[in-house]
């Protein structure tokens, strides 16, 4: 029964929640660029952050705050040229000022060389505690490594949303934000089925768990800040689904969020419990993973991290839960996450 519900949990379980339904309503919007003499903003991935320019959000900030019946969201809207043409790519836009910061992550896109429009994100508009109106915005460029061509940033436009709860709808639907999260729940009324408990971990020997779970920390680390160079320099080239052994490019993977500069891996580790499992644990729960009809099966140098079970009484701050549940191997070019639960 215990492996039961850690396999259904942790495959499954981020798929669907329990939801309200709400109307959308699109209350301010501001031009924080435009192009108006060819002279676009130009970003590329080795320039990293680029800043585009100062913007007064003081009507953003005036109309923030949640209320008990809705909520308040921003994203932006970005009008873009991406001239890569080896593979897809990414742009992000980053507000930042005095006691806030925000990160907006566009789609991948595909059309290189096309002048698109996308949506990013949503951002909670509440999470922010600004002591002026006066923020930065700037903008990065996320590619496949060694491409060098450049984005054209057109047009980018901040939107405030309200979402306002009409009826309570006690069915699951789909949540969007926490795809193929693997979230260690109990089931109400009963005793905890699963209790993290870390045995010390030793040795200098560069295969060892105690450099497994140094990694896989590192990972989480770049996942909780955001650092996409640190991100996608973790990754394997190929990522495995754990449900099906099939492989995936590494650059279909949504890069993460970051989470706001209030939180830290200290915050991390005092609010969340993390286990690292060696083969024979996860064999023993996974037995399934070693079909012989998969086309890929973990193997001794594989471990499996679960990072995504607040402690009793923990503020539960990771929005993106599915990014603290991986598999790492020493690879030749060092530790890299190999597979994740669902792709």
Known sequence: MKRTIFLIILLTAGYFIWADDYVSTLIHSQVLFEDRGN???????DK????????????????????????????VVVSY??????????????????????????????????????VSNWYMADRMNP????????ARLITPPGTINPGKIYRI???????TRVEENKTYSYNDTLLASSRLLQPQGQQ????????????????????AEEFALEFVEASLYGDLPAFYRALDNEIHSLSDGLKHS?????????VSSVWSMEDYKRDYEYRLYDYDEYAALFPEWFDADREWTPDRRCFLFVGNQPR???????RQEELLVFMVRRQDTGWKVIARPQI
Not at 131 to 138: D, L, M, Y
Request: aromatic share 12%; charged share 25%; hydrophobic share 35%.
């Open 192 to 211: 905890q089925i699963h209790t993290v408990e870390k045995a010390p971990l030793k040795g200098d020997d560069p295969y060892s768990p105690a450099k």
């Open 250 to 258: 590494k650059f279909i993977i949504n890069p993460p969020e970051g």
């Open 81 to 118: 040229l991406d001239e890569n043409r080896t593979g897809q790519t990414t742009l992000q836009i980053r507000l930042r000022g005095e006691g806030f910061t925000t990160l907006f992550t566009l789609p991948w896109n595909h059309l290189n060389s096309v002048p698109v429009e996308e």
């Open 39 to 45: 002279n676009p903003v130009v970003v590329t991935d």
């Open 312 to 318: 009793e009484g923990s503020f539960p701050f990771f």
């Open 131 to 138: 002591q002026n109106a006066i923020g930065v915005c700037s």
């Open 157 to 163: 436009t901040l939107e405030s949303w309200d979402f």
């Open 48 to 75: 990293g952050w680029v800043d585009v320019g100062k913007a007064d959000l003081a009507d953003f900030f005036r109309t923030a705050a949640s209320s008990g019946d809705s909520m308040r969201k921003w994203r």
